[in-house]
Each structure stands twice: as C-alpha cells, then as structure tokens.
C-alpha cells in the first residue's frame, strides 16, 4: 500500500472514529445524564426516555446524509466532510458544559436534544464523506481491504467512549464522576476535534472527484438523480429495507443492547460490564477489517447474507448465555419462584410514552410492571377482574400495588417499593449481580460472537454500497440507505426493545424485533439483484 493511501486511511478513519467516539458518548452516559436532565419520570420511564434521546440523534442522520451528501457530491468530499467533523466537535463540547435541569429547568433537555440532534446531522454527512473518499482511492481488487479500515471506526468510537469514561471514573471515583466528571469526556472531544481537522487539511480531493470535476460531470442536482430516476431509487430502496437495516440492528443489539443487557436486566455493575465489553471489543475488531478484505475474494452478499441469518438464529441462545453467565442467582430465583403481575389488562399500558401524558403510570398494572422492568425481574401478567388493584405474585407472597394519581401516592410508591424489594429479596431475588460470581471469560466469549456477527455484515457494507452507486451521485446514494437503515432501524433498536421487555415482562422479548429485521434483510438480499456499476457510469 503507498504510503499516501495509509495517510488517507489513516486521516479519514481516526476522524470517523473520533465522530463516533462524540456519537456514542451519550449511549456510554445515558443513565448519568438521564438523571442530570430528565425529571418527573418513574424509574423505567425515565429510562426509556434516556434512551429515546440517544435515539433522536438517529433520527435526523438521514436528513445530515441529504444535506451534506448532496454538498459532497456538488462541492467535494474533503471540504464537506471538514464541516461535519466541526459540527460533531462542536455540538459534544457544548454538552460538556450544558447546565442540568436542576439549573434551568426545561431548557435542559431541550437544548439537549438540539445538541443530539447537531450531532446527528454532522454524522450523517460524515460517514458517507469518509467512505466515499477512502474508496474512491481503493485500487482495483481492494476495495473492501482499504474501506474495512472505515468500518472498523463505529467499534474504535465506542470502544474509546468506554475506555476514557472508565479511566475518568477511576482517577476521580465514581461519586464525583456521577456528580460532574461526566462532563470531562465530552470537553475531551475538543481536543480530539483540533487533532482530527489537522489530520484532513493535509488531504488531497479524491482524484476521481476532481476527475469528474474536469470533465464537466458533477451533477447539478444529485437528489434527483439519486431518487427521482427508477434504476438508483431501486437500489436505494433495495440497500436500505435489506441490508443497511440487518447491518443496523445487528450492530446496536451487539454493542449497544447488550450493554444496557447486562447493566438493566441482569443487575451488572456498570464499570464490570463496561470492562467486559472493553475485553471484548479490542478482540472483535480485526474481524471488521478481516470480513471486508474477504469480501474481495468472495463477494460482499455471501458474507452479509451469512451474518443476518446467523444472527437470527443466535440472538436468544447468546443473551440466554450471557443472562446463565452473568447473573445465575437471578436466572435460579427465577425458575424457583415466578412472579406473576395478577392485573386488569384493559388498565396496562406499554411502557413507552415520551411526553409522560397523565395516563401514564397512574393505573396500578403500570406502576407494578413498571418497577419489576426496572428492577430487571421477569414476569408473567395474567388477567384479573375488571377494576382490580393489581397484584405482584412473588413465590407464595402477594404484594398489592396501588392506583397514582392520588394525594397519597408518594407515600404509597414508597411502601410499594419497600415491600416488593423485600418479597424478592426472601424470594432469593439478588438486588445486582454477584461479581465473584460472574464467568467472565464465557462472557467475553459471547460478546465476543456478537461482535464478529455485526462484523460480518459491516466489514463489507461499505465496498459494496460503493459498487453499486455511480462516482457522480455516490455520496448522496449510499448516505441515505446507510443513514435509514443504520440510523433508524438500528438506532431505535436499545429504546424499542426495553420497552418491549417492560411491556411484557420477558427479558428476551426485545431481541424479537432485530431478529425480524435481520430475517427480512437477508429475504431482500436473497431476492433482489444489485448488479455492480462500471466506473463512470
């Protein structure tokens, strides 16, 4: 490889990471900052709501990859990805110094979500820049060995997120980290964003950019030729609701969802998981690289396809393994002593509302299901008379809970709680997991595999997205199906499959909803033909 092409890998691919890294503070952080700026929540709505945040960044990738995608394509590659990285720095800093709720109210989460939502919009256009790029001085045969570098980087950012909140918390220990060392993590990215512009103002415009850019065939109006013209929306549409969806959920269930996994339902330490996945990512990464250099030799379909279907069959039995490796005292009180949520089922709701409209909670059957999701315990619901107060069947206890709403429901969530936490606790219920306890090799080992199987259908994402879309509107065409598929398919993933948990009381109920997309990908990818483009075209 020459050594300007290790320069643009090298340049193109630390930005990206860095981007990420910002991206995914705010998952890394998500219970912090929930309690720093949402307020007037119960436990697990509040976590939904948390989540819902991390998500509202994914929300408007899309809308970045339009934006930025269809600069790129008239402007150039370099320059527009120079703006998005300055827009992600930017946007993380300001987080680092936002006020709480406690300061100013409202205000907080609001700019908050104007913040992610910045962040968004800068990733949407970077990914597609960063890619296109790379590829764009891939030699023929290699494309999938110089893009895999690419790939690689969503891993690197979370892995850095993981890696300097954990070396934060043990300089300054966790209740100072909890009350304000949060924030240096996101100050950090200033420093981060100064490295990074300096790395790609040594950079060259893609040559085959600048080729177009000679020959007078930049397009003037890249959105419409990327999605007003049958033969590319077709495989916008085809990339999208294939394989840029399995790719999406498959990676936040194997990254993300597993972490809130062990921290949220099987009770684990933060910084033992956080640990774990540490262990686990620095051995999973080669496999991006690995996957996409061999998609060079046997082509990008087979390996993607591969991945979704495996992925579909091992999602339950892994996080089964992780739920018998991490927290067996829990799995045991389970089996020994089921709890049961004896309610009205007219009176339950599902446990996901942003606003917190007053219906929420205020009926007994969610307040019940409600602090057992919170409290990671499974359960069953069965149906009681119509304007019962529901009742939580723990072993041979009964605990009744209580209708909100009333002058006196502080005082009865209070009890609630104390006498639920009491029952499980006789019941062999632990309140977190034993860490002396925990196989932590087993459990490196499964994250592990669900870190290879995102690996198999992201490694060759990219080289393939760039096959199949011509030079002059490729950044607009790859950013958008990417965005979608990663971004909103994926990127709801952690917010939607808590609340399924929450809804019915399974903790692996979740996992249905990647593994149906991951299916569906593959059906696509089987049935839908995508040939390669010639370059020019």
């Known amino acids: 490889m020459p050594p300007y092409h290790k320069k643009i890998i090298f340049a193109s691919s630390l930005g ?29 709505a509040d ?5 819902m945040l991390f998500a509202a960044g994914f929300v408007v990738r899309p809308f970045g990859a339009l934006f930025f995608g269809r600069l790129g394509d008239m402007v150039g590659r370099k320059h527009t990805f120079l703006v998005t990285i300055l827009i992600m720095g930017l946007s993380t800093f300001i987080i680092g110094l936002l006020p709480t709720y406690e300061s100013i109210g409202a205000a907080a989460p ?52 993981l890696i300097v909140t954990a070396g934060v918390r043990w300089l300054i220990g966790e209740d100072a980290f909890a009350a304000w060392g949060w924030r240096i993590p996101f100050l950090a990215s200033m420093l981060l964003l100064g490295f990074s512009i300096w790395l790609r103002m040594q950079l060259d415009e893609s040559p085959l950019f600048v080729q177009l850019k000679a020959d007078g065939l930049v397009t003037e109006q890249p959105l419409r030729d990327s999605f007003a013209r049958w033969s590319n929306l077709r495989k916008v549409l085809a990339m999208m609701f294939g394989l840029c969806a399995g790719q999406g959920v498959i990676w936040y269930t194997s990254h993300f969802y597993a972490l809130f996994f062990l921290t949220q339902s099987l009770k684990l330490p933060f910084q033992q998981a956080q640990l774990l996945m540490i262990l686990a990512l620095i051995l999973a990464m080669p496999a991006f690289i690995f996957f996409a250099s061999l998609s060079d030799r046997v082509g990008r379909r087979p390996i993607m396809i591969a991945g979704c279907i495996l992925s579909a069959i091992l999602f339950i039995p892994l996080f089964k393994g992780l739920g018998d490796s991490v927290n067996p005292a829990l799995q045991s009180a389970q089996e020994r002593a089921p709890v049961v949520v004896l309610a009205d089922t007219a009176r339950c709701s599902f446990q996901f ?16 299901k409600a602090f057992l999701s919170q409290s990671g315990v499974a359960y069953r619901t069965e149906t009681a ?22 002058l006196d429901a502080r005082q009865n969530s209070v009890l609630f709680k104390r006498n639920v936490s009491a029952a499980l606790e006789r019941a062999g219920y632990p309140l977190k997991a034993d860490v002396g306890q925990v196989n932590q ?18 490694g060759p994402m ?76």
């Open 385 to 406: 008379p119509a304007g019962m107060v529901a009742q939580i069947h723990i072993g041979n206890e009964v605990v009744e809970a209580y209708e909100g709403g009333q």
């Open 16 to 44: 990206t990471a860095f981007e990420w890294y910002d991206f995914y503070l705010y998952g890394t952080l998500a219970s912090i900052l929930g309690r720093h700026f949402l307020s007037g929540y119960n436990p697990t």
């Open 110 to 161: 609001i700019i908050l979500i104007a913040l992610r939502m910045l962040q968004g919009l800068a990733l949407g256009g970077e990914y597609g820049g960063a890619a296109t790029y790379v590829a764009e001085h891939a030699p023929a045969g290699q494309l999938g060995r110089y893009t895999g570098w690419v790939q690689v980087t969503a891993s690197l950012g979370l892995f850095l997120s």
């Open 47 to 51: 976590f939904i709501v948390t989540l």
């Open 353 to 368: 509302n942003l606003l917190n409209t007053s219906g929420r909670n205020v009926f007994s059957c969610d307040i019940a």
């Open 462 to 537: 990219v080289a393939l997205l760039v096959e199949i879309f011509p030079t002059r509107i490729r950044y607009t065409s790859m950013s958008l199906p990417y965005h979608i598929g990663n971004g909103w398919f994926g990127g709801i993933l952690p917010t939607l499959a808590f609340a399924m948990v929450a809804a019915t009381g399974d903790v692996y109920f979740g996992l249905w909803y990647p593994i149906g997309v991951a299916f569906l990908a593959a059906v696509v990818a089987l049935l839908v033909y995508l040939p390669k483009l010639e370059e020019g075209k």
């Open 441 to 458: 090799p087993m459990v490196v080992f499964l994250l592990w595999v669900l870190l290879v199987l995102a690996a198999m259908v992201y």
